[in-house]
C-alpha cells in the first residue's frame, strides 16, 4: 500500500514545479529534503522515476508521473472538502425506513418530500411494516421505524411524530345516523374486516368489540389498513380502523364515526436504535417529522 504522506509530496513538488517552491506552498511545515525524500520512497515503492529536473529550480512530471498525478489530483483536491461535509453533516447519504401501511400512506408522503429537497442525493429505502416492532432496527434491517409501539425499550431512541384515533367505519351509502354504540350492535349482522388473526391490531378490534358486546357473525380477516378501507368503500363489510386525523379517514365513499368508548388516542413514534452511527439523514428526518405532531 502506497504511504499516503508519500503521494501528498510528491503531488507537492509536481504541481508547485520544484522542491523549494514546494516546501513553501506545503499547509504543514516540512523541508526541502524531507520532500525528496518522500519522492524518492514512493519512486522505490512504484519502480519508476516519477519526477525529472529540467531546469536548475524545476521540476516536471514523467510520464509515468503525469499518470500518477492525474489520479490524486482529484483526490487531494477535494479531500478538504469531504472532510469539512463530514464535519458538519453536509452530504447525502442512504436511510432505510419501515413503517406501517397507513402511515405510509398518509405520514411519510410529506416527510420524505422534505428529505429530497435537503439531500437531492441521498437514497431512501421505504418498506412496509407489519407489526409495529424495534426488531428491525436491532437486526439492522432499518434505520428508522414509524409506527405505533406500545412500549420502548432502553436501547432504543424514538420521539413522538403522530397519533390515531378509532373509528366505525361502514359505507357511505346507507349508512345511518345513530349513536357508535347502537350502531356497533346493529352492525353484527354484517361482514367485519380485521385485520390477520393473532395481530395487535385484531386484538385492538376485539377489545374494542367486547366493550360493546358485539360479536360479529361473519368475519374477513386482511393485511392492512389500506385494504380494509378499500373493502369498506366497495360495500363488502365494516370495521375499526385507526386514523391520523380526528375527523376519520378521507374518503368520499365511507362514513366515519368516532370510537367514543374506549377514548384512547394511539402515540405513533419515530425510533431508531440509541447506538446507531452518525447518519445526517436521520437528523434531516427527524427535522422533517417533528412539526407534522403540532
Wanted: proline letters at 9%.
Amino acid at each position: 500500500m502506497i504511504d499516503l504522506n508519500r503521494l501528498l509530496g510528491f503531488h507537492l513538488v509536481a504541481s508547485e514545479g520544484g522542491y523549494a517552491k514546494a516546501a513553501r506552498a506545503a499547509p504543514y511545515p516540512i523541508t526541502q529534503p524531507a520532500l525528496h525524500q518522500q519522492v524518492k520512497k514512493l519512486e522505490a515503492e512504484v519502480g519508476v522515476q516519477l519526477l525529472e529536473r529540467v531546469a536548475k529550480d524545476r521540476m516536471q512530471p514523467t510520464a509515468a508521473g503525469e499518470r500518477l498525478l492525474s489520479f490524486v489530483r482529484p483526490f487531494l483536491r477535494d479531500l478538504p472538502t469531504v472532510v469539512r461535509s463530514l464535519r458538519t453533516g453536509d452530504y447525502d447519504g442512504t436511510i432505510s425506513i419501515q413503517a406501517e401501511s397507513l402511515l405510509i400512506r398518509q405520514l411519510l408522503p410529506s416527510w420524505l418530500l422534505n428529505l429530497r429537497r435537503r439531500h437531492p442525493g441521498a437514497k431512501i429505502h421505504l418498506q412496509e411494516l407489519p407489526v409495529g416492532s424495534v426488531e428491525p432496527l436491532r437486526t439492522g434491517a432499518a434505520d428508522v421505524v414509524v409506527a405505533h409501539l406500545t412500549e420502548i425499550p432502553p436501547d432504543i431512541a424514538s420521539e413522538q411524530v403522530a397519533e390515531v384515533h378509532p373509528f366505525l367505519v361502514v359505507p357511505r351509502e346507507g349508512a345511518p345516523g345513530r349513536a357508535t354504540a347502537r350502531l356497533l350492535r346493529d352492525l353484527q349482522g354484517e361482514t367485519f374486516l380485521a385485520y390477520p388473526a393473532g395481530s395487535r391490531h385484531h386484538a385492538l378490534q376485539l377489545q374494542a368489540l367486547a366493550l360493546h358486546e358485539v360479536t360479529p357473525q361473519r368475519t374477513i380477516h386482511l393485511d392492512t389498513a389500506d385494504l380494509i378501507l378499500a373493502f369498506v368503500e366497495s360495500g363488502l363489510g365494516w370495521s375499526l380502523v385507526p386514523s391520523l386525523s380526528p375527523k376519520g379517514p378521507p374518503s368520499r365513499r365511507l362514513t366515519a364515526y368516532p370510537l367514543v368508548r374506549p377514548r384512547v388516542r394511539f402515540p405513533v413514534f419515530l425510533a431508531w436504535r440509541k447506538d446507531t452511527p452518525e447518519n445526517p439523514l436521520l437528523d434531516s428526518l427527524l427535522q422533517c417529522a417533528l412539526p407534522a405532531r403540532t
